[in-house]
């Protein structure tokens, strides 16, 4: 394995001559990317070369716009935009011959030459991988290769090594918040519930991600499934469960068919059941599919769900810490934060703890979208700056328009203005702009976006997702709506402004859940950095965008 | 997935679904779960099949109800041969949804949420299916995603859809 695996770090092998990992993920797959694949083992058997050459189906490489994607190795060479018809040349010019097929290569904008390896593109070089280390270097099928990868190695470690307390420690230390939303300290979180009284004890991976906008733990849970498992499994030794549940959206049907299958697997290699690595450590995981409500992503909505039951939620406290499936002590992350966990084990808290901000550690992903030219996941340490991913690794915004906003966080965040470009990502400097850092989604708007508009899209979301146990939630979202609805209309009112402000305070001090007290931030933060427009909508009857219709 | 018209069929489909309900006879917890397959098996979720539900897992029909008008996955009646879910998530929104699902609307003369006399289409706005990068996007029959769409396209993609 060590050996398949070298190829793909750049080291030639006598018994294969390359290795073309094709992107897998959905945007890829949209792109037709099986075609690609298919014309691919046509020409190699044309040419001999079956079974010399490997074709891997990857999880999501990131470029989601440039699709369908590849890369070939031990040269580590990028092609995008590939066509079933472009097959031949690859293999027939650049794997028979040695030369990359030029037109197929990435080019930066502006630059004359392209840029044939994929370590030197700007776009990759920079990111900083922990999360999505994995996921364009192995095939999301083969345990085999997450094993060659170092995978369950951490497992193996904490088993053979380390006390629960030294594990809960270990995460403490690395500073690790949850990358679900709210940022609360994953170290902490696990010891709270080691240390709260009841048997058995659950872990719990929200994979709800319902959040418009947001796509990064599909691209995990389709990649690199085992990550999730073993983090997991860590995260069980340390509190002491045996039983784990990931709760997946129907709508990812992709990834509940990888990760049934990444779990199947690790059960017959005795790394999920009983006795784990010949220890007394028993744990297994069972995957519970989400039937599309937003309000599930809300942990106490999910854990009612994992149930059987409406996803509604209830007060906090008691926290899942303290009382979470049937009532019992959970553990519940977001798939982001799962996927941290082994390299954490491995490598060292300290490590982790160097990169990022002072109180935001290690890398964060995010989903990148909207009017932007490079569309795609990215992975960035935290303290990288806006500017940093719009302009280079986003590539700016297409057709010379004007950047306008960035939205984070979807019906929980907020827009964040150009005058903002320049401060460095992490939760807190996010919060203090009236954004959230959320699960990770980040949408560019240009000039041809209306704040006011985009605020009533988000009311719309949330007053069709609000579960409606709360009134603040269920009534007072539907009267902002109303509101911005006249605005947009023509038929604003003197005062509509201070009115939603106000709205929009005492929900946000008033509803149950996370998704009530959060709905209103859209509102709140187009009206903090946007409030002209709302005052020309109001008063002027004009749009400068263009897209409200005003009578 | 085709619902099922014939009278013939029901036995066999009652069949089935006492096979899925078996293996959570008497455990309400596993309602959800035999919701989604009853709704893979018949294409919605029709009375007599939330009555057989409902006693198998213990449950009262009332329960299940609540559980099933909850979520916007399932579906009280019958659909049309091809579901096309529009994303309304934000990139698809900033980009583009409303022009896709206006012409839509003239293609094939529906509303969102309803199902075209012959049957052949069913149209629906979901919000969100993962495929920022290509937006606007929709999702045909839940697996199909059509992305980047151009208005001009549209035609051609419903005539694979028979």
Redesign the interface.
């Known amino acids: 394995m060590q050996e398949v695996l070298k190829v793909r770090e750049g080291v030639p092998s006598a018994t294969c001559k390359a290795h073309i990992m094709v992107c897998g993920g959905q945007g890829c797959i949209s792109s037709k990317c099986g075609e690609v694949v298919d014309a691919l083992k046509e020409s190699l058997n044309k040419n001999g070369l079956t079974e010399q050459v490997r074709i891997i189906l990857t999880g999501c490489m990131g470029p989601c716009d440039m699709g369908p994607v590849a890369i070939v190795y031990p040269d580590a060479t990028f092609y995008r935009r590939l066509r079933p018809k472009d097959a031949e040349a690859i293999v027939e010019e650049h794997i028979m011959k040695g030369a990359p097929v030029q037109r197929l290569l990435y080019r930066a904008p502006g630059a004359k030459e392209p840029t044939p390896c994929i370590h030197d593109i700007d776009l990759f070089k920079k990111q900083q991988k922990i999360v999505l280390r994995n996921t364009i270097y192995i095939d999301p099928l083969s345990i085999e290769e997450y094993i060659g990868r170092d995978g369950y190695a951490a497992l193996a470690k904490v088993l053979t090594q380390m006390t629960p307390a030294q594990v809960i420690e270990e995460v403490k230390k690395s500073g690790l918040r949850g990358r679900g939303g709210a940022g609360f300290s994953t170290g902490m979180k696990w010891g709270f519930t080691a240390a709260a009284p009841g048997t058995p004890k659950y872990v719990v991976c929200n994979g709800d991600e319902g959040d418009p906008g947001a796509f990064m733990d599909r691209s995990v849970l389709e990649g690199d499934p085992h990550s999730v498992i073993e983090g997991m499994a860590i995260c069980g030794y340390a509190i002491g469960a045996e039983q784990g549940y990931v709760y997946v959206r129907a709508e990812y049907p992709l990834a509940i068919q990888r990760l049934s299958y990444a779990i199947e697997k690790a059960r017959e290699y005795g790394l999920l059941g009983k006795n784990i690595f010949g220890t007394s450590f028993n744990f297994d995981i069972e995957i519970r599919i989400g039937a599309g409500a937003f309000v599930c992503g809300e942990e106490t909505a999910l854990l009612a769900s994992i149930e059987g039951k409406r996803g509604e939620p209830r007060p906090r406290p008691p926290f899942p810490a303290q009382s979470g499936v049937w009532g019992k002590p959970t553990v519940i992350n977001n798939v982001e934060t799962w996927a941290n966990i082994a390299p954490i084990i491995l490598k060292g808290a300290d490590w982790y703890a160097s990169i990022g901000t002072e109180k935001s550690k290690g890398t964060k992903v995010f989903a990148l979208a909207g009017r932007i030219n490079n569309t795609g996941i990215v992975e960035v340490p935290m303290g990288i700056t806006l500017r940093e991913i719009v302009y280079e690794i986003g590539g700016g915004i297409p057709r010379k328009k004007q950047f306008k906003a960035v939205q984070t966080g979807g019906p929980s965040g907020g827009c964040i203005p150009a005058e903002h470009l320049d401060t460095p990502i992490d939760y807190d400097s996010l919060g203090a702009l009236g954004a959230i850092m959320g699960s990770g989604g980040m949408i560019v708007m240009d000039e041809d976006t209306c704040m006011v508009d985009i605020a009533k899209f988000f009311l719309d979301f949330v007053v069709d997702e609000s579960c409606g146990k709360c009134s603040p939630c269920r009534i007072g979202t539907k009267r902002m709506y109303e509101i911005l609805d006249r605005i947009t209309n023509g038929q604003g009112r003197e005062g509509d402004i201070e009115l939603l402000s106000e709205l929009a305070t005492t929900i946000k001090n008033t509803a149950l859940c996370g998704l009530g007290q959060t709905a209103p931030n859209p509102v709140l933060s187009t009206i903090r950095y946007f409030r002209d427009e709302y005052e020309e909508h109001i008063k002027e009857r004009k749009c400068r965008a263009g897209v409200c219709e005003l009578k | 997935m085709v619902a099922c018209e014939c009278k013939c069929g029901e036995d066999e489909l009652t069949k089935q679904l006492e096979k899925i309900i078996d293996q959570y006879r008497g455990q309400?917890?596993?309602?959800?779960?035999v919701?989604?397959r009853a709704q893979e098996l018949i294409g919605y979720l029709p009375r007599w099949a939330l009555i057989m539900i409902a006693e198998g897992l213990g449950l009262s029909l009332q329960e299940v109800y609540?559980?099933v008008t909850?979520?916007?996955?399932?579906s009280l009646i019958p659909r049309g041969r091809h579901k096309i879910s529009v994303c309304?998530?934000?990139?698809c929104?900033?980009?583009g949804t409303k022009m896709v699902l206006k012409t839509l609307r003239e293609a094939i003369g529906i509303k969102p949420g309803q199902t075209t006399p012959d049957s052949r289409f069913t149209l629906e706005i979901?919000?969100?299916?993962?495929?920022?990068?290509?937006?606007p996007?929709m999702i045909i029959d839940?697996?199909d995603?059509?992305?980047r769409l151009e208005p001009e396209q549209i035609p051609a993609i419903l005539e694979q859809y028979a």
């Open positions: 309400p917890t596993g309602l959800i779960q919701l989604t609540g559980v909850f979520y916007a996955f399932f309304a998530g934000t990139a929104y900033v980009k979901v919000r969100c299916i993962g495929a920022c990068g290509l937006a996007a839940g697996k995603v059509h992305g």
